[in-house]
């Protein structure tokens, strides 16, 4: 058992679900050893920053809606017959193998090797995470291909953010990116994206900078190793049908991912290793 820093203790729910639950100078969080997910994190005198549904539900066999899933080690549909969008690093537990404290954060290791209980999925994968919860966080994840043949890797920090109006909400850093929704390739609007209806699109942009204003705050989300960005709301009609969420929890909620996603497939050699990162900031 990995010791406990003071301020972070190690807590279960009745399903046997595992968590940590961190109280830092700098922070309030909470992590999941299930999918390696992130539900809460608050720098201190700020709102929450990550959305979360009253709706939630903790499953054993899936993904947490809302917070932080990992989809890994491919985002979206699955290229072989029979596996689950967005694989399956979201839908298992992960081991837990550091805990470390200072005065400015708490970092948090989680790892993830058994590509063998995902019947079907030939590749010897391996994924690391690395937390790091202070006044800002940090989150950067490893995949390191264990294997002897090439390892084609698309993931996503599918990041939900709190916001306070979608309605009002605009995404700033992509104005000159393409990006593909509903499968077609749409040239760069030269605009901040706002949102009046259903949005899920890809932006193919390497190592953008997205700031995401609600007319109350502004988040700043630093993505590094990646070529894309995904931006997501399911509006009323989708959201009404997602396990985990309400009908009207569109409204404040806004995905935007640090990803390789689609045309952004990384392509890993035996014994490589890829890392991207996410850096998030309340400005």
């Known amino acids: 058992m990995t010791s406990m820093p003071e301020g972070v203790t190690l807590e279960q729910l009745a399903s046997g679900q595992q968590f940590l639950q961190i109280s830092h100078p700098s922070c309030q969080a909470t992590m999941f050893l299930h999918g390696a997910h992130i539900t809460h994190w608050q720098p201190t005198g700020e709102k929450p920053v990550i959305f979360l ?17 990992i989809c890994w080690p491919w985002f979206g549909a699955s290229k072989i017959e029979g596996l689950n969008s967005h694989g399956y690093a979201r839908n298992q537990a992960w081991q837990l193998a550091n805990v470390s404290s200072d005065i400015d954060a708490v970092v948090v290791t ?8 995902t019947p079907g999925y030939p590749h010897d994968a391996l994924a690391k995470l690395t937390v790091v919860f202070g006044k800002t966080l940090e989150i950067k994840l490893d995949t390191t291909n264990a294997g002897e043949q090439p390892l084609p890797v698309t993931q996503a920090l599918h990041t939900y953010f709190n916001v306070a ?16 929704e509903k499968g077609e390739r749409q040239a760069a609007s030269g605009e901040a994206i706002t949102f009046n209806g259903e949005t ?19 988040i700043l989300v630093r993505h590094r190793n990646t070529g894309a960005v995904v931006v997501w709301n399911p509006w009323r009609d989708i959201a009404s049908g997602l396990s985990g969420m309400q009908e009207s929890d569109y409204q404040q909620m806004l995905c935007v991912e640090t990803a390789n996603a689609l045309a952004d497939e990384i392509m890993l050699a035996s014994g490589s290793t890829h890392s991207i990162a996410a850096h998030i900031e309340v400005l």
């Open 53 to 69: 549904s009253e709706k939630v539900e903790y499953p054993t066999n899936s993904a947490i809606r809302g917070g932080i899933p």
């Open 165 to 180: 109006d979608i309605h009002n909400t605009k995404v700033t850093g992509l104005e000159h990116a393409d990006y593909v």
């Open 200 to 218: 899920d699109r890809v932006y193919y942009a390497n190592n953008a900078n997205t700031e995401i204003d609600d007319g109350e705050r502004k």
């Open 110 to 117: 989680m790892v993830l090797d058994n590509s063998a209980k």
